[in-house]
């Protein structure tokens, strides 16, 4: 039996590009009024797979018509033939978003381009003007073309600022009285679910950028019920296994955390508004934890700008009686914690001062300590936690710690500071947390704290009219 000619493949190959390109063309002009069976639509889940062959078959045969002259008939075939299956597949996938929004729409028509672009090649190739100025011209319009449909491809899988330059990403602080769904649910779902529910990528014509636009759902309906936290589409498809192709976010994100569904829980439980505030929660609500939990920053982040201190310093510098740990892994912020030995000697806190700039968190309770010990704690600019506590400290020593402007919690109980210290705690403006019984401060003076700091969490102690309730065996004993 006779083979086939080739060029019986080569005519093929030139009506399969001749009734595609039709294809394509017909699908851009009459867009608004096609409706697809189930099928068809099922087809353009492929785009994601075969978009990869275009792009490198394209090339290659660019490079090979610049560098020896022309490209090989059968490979210009192949790419053309892709690149106009994986067009066609595109717009498929593009009619199940509803509105497509700017980004999609460009992507879609960047991608027609290309294919049409392709196709005039193909022709101009196969009536041997190959090499001609202006079918040079088209290649390297084909090639910058090919760049620009992956750039607005990548933009709309993975959000716009994905094929952006590098640079310092800055995320803005949580104010100390946030709007729960402006300054903490926004935030969750712009980190996790804006770069597939936005503008230009209506997935399950669903958006999730504005407050107004979540409330009104995407095309399953319900996806934020307030008040029941339960049946809300939102929650619901988030406690769904990994593997189920409704569970958000897709496994090729990543996932929320436990407390990220817990805020997003908590929000609708109460009623999901766009004006309720921090400070209208009663302390024991669940979400005022989950708030000031999300407050604190990751402390290999928020120490990663700290100098570098080595295993064998550390070595050197700790004893049986002062302990140096990193706070986590391999960072250089340290915790240090002092235990009173039998013959107390200060310079094993002076020592400290090599490695002051790496201190964030310091305890030095129960220890006699002084003015020379409170000058070296003053040079620990990063300090973010101090414990003082059952010390001798004095208003006057206290006052060396006004520069420590990221201490965040400080314990200075059961001390001889009085309403001295008051001007030096009410400066430290980063000050959340004080644990200030049995001191000198006053009543007055800590009601006039309270008034100038609201924010600051003020421990002091079990209020006088409950002590009488308190058993004597429930104190804690310093005897042996």
């Known amino acids: 039996m006779a083979r086939p000619s080739i060029s019986k493949y080569y005519r093929l190959a030139d009506y399969l590009v001749f009734g595609l390109t039709?294809?394509?063309a017909f699908c851009l002009l009459f867009e608004s009024h096609l409706k697809l069976p189930a099928l068809v639509g099922w087809l353009?889940?492929?785009h994601p797979v075969l978009l990869h062959f275009p792009i490198v078959l394209l090339l290659i045969a660019v490079f090979l018509s610049f560098t020896k002259g022309g490209v090989p008939r059968p490979l210009l075939s192949?790419?053309?033939?892709?690149?106009?299956?994986?067009?066609?597949?595109?717009f498929l996938l593009g009619l199940e978003s509803g509105d497509k929004g700017q980004l999609l729409t460009r992507h879609q028509w960047l991608g027609s381009g290309l294919a049409l672009l392709a196709v005039a090649w193909y022709w101009l190739d196969g009536l041997g003007l190959g090499r001609r100025p202006y079918t040079r011209a088209l290649q390297v319009?084909?090639?910058?073309?090919v760049g620009l449909a992956g750039h607005y491809g990548g933009m709309v899988t993975h959000g716009e600022e994905f094929l952006a330059l590098p640079g310092p990403r800055e995320t803005k602080k949580i104010p100390e009285n946030p709007l729960i769904y402006g300054d903490i649910v926004a935030r969750v779902l712009d980190n996790s679910c804006v770069s597939c529910?936005?503008?230009?990528?209506?997935k399950g014509e669903l958006v999730m950028t504005s407050y107004n636009d979540l409330m009104m759902g995407g095309k399953s309906k319900g996806t934020v019920l307030p008040g029941d936290a339960g049946k809300s589409e939102l929650i619901v498809r988030l406690h769904l296994p990994a593997t189920d192709e409704d569970h958000m976010p897709p496994e090729s994100k990543k996932p929320l955390s436990d407390s990220e569904i817990q805020i997003l829980e908590r929000w609708i439980a109460l009623g999901a508004s766009d004006t309720l505030r921090l400070d209208r929660l009663p302390s024991t609500e669940p979400l005022v934890a989950l708030v000031n939990d999300m407050r604190t920053p990751d402390p290999v982040q928020q120490w990663a700008d700290l100098p570098f201190v080595a295993d064998s310093t550390l070595e050197n510098l700790g004893s049986d009686y002062l302990t140096i740990k990193r706070v986590a892994g391999n960072s250089n912020a340290l915790a240090i914690n002092m235990y009173m030995p039998p013959e107390y000697d200060p310079q094993l806190i002076l020592d400290l001062k090599r490695v002051s700039p790496n201190i964030v968190e310091l305890d030095l309770s129960g220890l006699p300590i002084g003015e020379r010990e409170m000058g070296l704690v003053s040079l620990c600019s990063n300090l973010d936690r101090l414990e003082i506590d059952q010390t001798p400290v004095t208003d006057s020593q206290l006052a060396q710690l006004k520069g420590l402007s990221k201490l965040r919690l400080l314990k200075v109980y059961e001390t001889g500071i009085g309403d001295g210290s008051l001007p030096v705690l009410q400066d430290l403006a980063s000050l959340k947390k004080l644990y200030l019984w049995r001191t000198g401060v006053t009543q007055n003076g800590l009601a006039g704290l309270k008034a100038k700091r609201p924010a600051l969490l003020v421990d002091n102690g079990v209020d006088p009219k409950l002590q009488v309730f308190f058993e004597p065996k429930d104190s804690t004993s310093t005897k042996e």
């Not at 192949?78 to 595109?90: E, P, S």
């Not at 319009?141 to 073309?145: C, R, Y």
């Not at 529910?197 to 209506?202: A, D, G, L, T, V």
């Open 78 to 90: 192949v790419a053309v033939l892709f690149t106009l299956v994986t067009a066609v597949t595109g």
């Open 44 to 46: 353009g889940h492929w």
């Open 197 to 202: 529910h936005n503008p230009n990528k209506r």
């Open 22 to 24: 039709v294809f394509l």
């Open 141 to 145: 319009v084909l090639a910058v073309a």
